[in-house]
């Protein structure tokens, strides 16, 4: 089973494709530039021909998109930003519905991060351990890093992507295995 999981964002957006526990293919797509993509829809047209290329090379069997924010972090977020996140998030919800004909599920970050077996600790810097359970479990997966020493833009939400596919992997296995398991007799 081919699934599909993003990491959506305004700024950089992260797609994986796994099957079996395997990435196929990991992309990360950098819409920052304002120039270029000067408002969402822009950004939105951008997404959808990567999308085309994915649904030109793969059969998706599912797919999952990580749910945006649903409240304010002190210091992160601004109303204004949510709701931002929450118009590009459902425009690209709405574009994989219509080019896969299938209906996108949304998991928030930390299930997706506990389904895949990611142990975050309160205090833990959340996407570095993604992204060094990424490299832990797939070590063809390069990140390149600045000369700073932190990962360059598009590493953190390509991590994500592929932790979005592996719950979306481990959900849709226990939607299956509900769906064939026979059903209990009551007496």
């Known amino acids: 089973m081919n699934i599909l ?51 030109d090379d793969f059969y998706i069997d599912k797919i999952f998109i990580e749910q945006s924010l649903q409240s304010f972090r002190s210091g992160f977020s601004s109303a204004k930003t949510l709701s931002t996140l929450s118009r590009f998030n459902g425009m690209v919800s709405l574009l994989c519905y219509s080019l896969f004909e299938k209906e996108p599920q949304m998991i928030a970050a930390s299930s997706a991060r506990k389904t895949a077996g990611v142990q975050i600790k309160r205090g833990d810097n959340a996407k570095e351990k993604v992204l060094q359970f990424v490299l832990d479990k797939y070590p063809t997966i390069k990140v390149e890093y600045t000369k700073h020493g932190n990962p360059k833009p598009g590493s953190y939400d390509l991590c994500d992507s592929i932790i979005i596919a592996l719950a979306g992997e481990t959900i849709a296995r226990e939607e299956r295995n509900i769906a064939t398991s026979p059903g209990l007799l009551l007496g």
């Open 5 to 55: 999981g993003l990491d959506v964002s305004t700024s950089i957006t992260g797609a994986s494709i796994i099957e079996d526990g395997k990435i196929l293919k990991s992309y990360f797509w950098d819409t920052r530039n304002k120039k270029k993509f000067p408002t969402l829809y822009e950004k939105a047209d951008f997404i959808k021909d990567r999308l085309t290329e994915i649904e």
